[in-house]
């Protein structure tokens, strides 16, 4: 598997998550993405972005085509040195408006993926992976 | 920062979001309906999503906070024209926009706005407790 | 001295007329020639481009490697050839022939010119080892022709066969027949909901009388499609749940509140013609 192309934008305020739903939006709609397929993976760029933004203090997305044979897909990564997530797991169960939580909706986001990786300590900012394959 | 218009047909408000927007003009969105609402003693709210290519779940919030402001301040909110790939994307998500009534179009969404607003006025002011 | 490479390159540049030609009589006397999917022009223009970029390539040196990039206008040419081949339903041995036939005429060509007999095994060698690659280009090329189709096929297929159909004013249906699979289910729900947008429907019935088992993906995604429709404004009825699918269901654990079912169809639209505000009377009777 092999990228064939790629490219980072800042996530520094909200008018840059705007940013990264277009960029993500227009390099699905290269890939071929189905209408629904690509209203998935913005939508998860959306809330990953997001979050990167209002929880990790700000960060970076990275962009990246892939080609793993005959199938091609997106990957985003989305990085921040912010104070990082101290309980994965329940970062993952939780929904968008639980009360105890972080609210994050990592777990509606991964749905929306195909893959989803996610590296987290606190103290030393968050790393996420997605994949949406077409 | 520009704002999205509203406009004001009879008690009803009526808005049409045809931009990509950011959370800050969303917010501008909540704050400025729940004021017209009280200012134009607005009677129901019709939010025209038709154009919206992407719901996530800031956007899904603000909606749902509208339809309950409003409510508190005695109108109804209708939402209206989800793109079906907008609508399997919030299932997916595990949003169901509680409290927020939705309608296909922008005529059904007055047509139900309507059947609640005369079901209230038939009630007529002592019978404000029971909704239609 | 000239190297094996740039022989082949003058060869082809000097006598291209004369290589076209012959290469055209060995394609049309071939038994491999598919007379009835394509007429001889169409074949002197194909062999015309083709020709023309294989000299190209060879004059800038790239003939080693059939990837290069030098080969790129080449490798064009052929999938051109290739995908209208896979279109008009040659084989893929009759598509690879356009490009292998070159190998008779160039070998005659590179013999003429009397080169001692190590030279010319060389060239000769050379000279089908480019060919050979671009001939299983060609196959690599009309094969992922082939599977584009069957895709394609397979999507109209799927989306033909669950009509969604206007039962009445605001009203949709959609029979759903045979066994479900995920990703069949997936395609039939987002017809539904465009129906939906298109038909103005407030009521969708999804009549599950023809299909004989669920399991719990296709359960699964019929909730979602019923919560979706719901966020758009329309409300679903499921209807024609058989007894087995119902056992099944429990089973499962597969929760169904908040959805509607109904046992038959007719219930279905009888209950969704009453939801739409339509009441139906029966004619002739004395109406006061």
Redesign the interface.
Known sequence: MQPTRDDSRPLRNEEDVVFSRQAVRSWAVELGFSLVDQTKIVTAASELARNTVVYGGGGTMHMQMLEDGPRRGLRLVFEDQGPGIPDIDQALRDGFTSGGGLGLGLGGARRLVNEFAIESQPGQGTRITVVKWK | MERIPILKLGRLLLVTIQV?????LALALQDDLTERIVRDSARGVLIDISSL??????I??VLGNIAAMSRVLDAETVV?G????????????????PGVR????V???MHLLSRSLEADEIAGPDDAADQG | MANGESVIAAVVAEHEQRLMEEWLREQLSATTLRRDLMGDAELRQQSADFLGRFREALQAGGAADANASAWADARAVLATVSRSRALKGFSPGETAMFVLSLKQPLFTLLRERGDDPERLVDEIWRASVILDRLALHTTELYQKSREDVIARQQQELLELSTPVVKVWEGVVAVPLIGTLDSARTQVVMENLLERIVQVGASVAIIDITGVPTVDTLVAQHLIKTVAAARLMGAECIISGIRPQIAQTIVHLGVVLENVTTKASLADAIALALKQTGFAITRAGAARG
Do not use: C, Y
């Not at chain 2, 990509?20 to 800050?24: L, T, Y």
């Not at chain 2, 290519?53 to 800031?58: A, H, Q, R, T, Y």
């Not at chain 2, 079906?84 to 997916?92: D, R, S, W, Y």
């Not at chain 2, 939705?102 to 179009?105: P, Q, R, S, V």
């Open positions: 990509d927007m950011h959370d800050r290519e992407i719901v996530d779940s800031f899904g919030r209206v989800m793109q079906p790939a907008v609508a399997i994307t919030l299932v997916e998500l595990g949003l169901s926009l939705t309608a296909l179009n005529e059904r969404g």
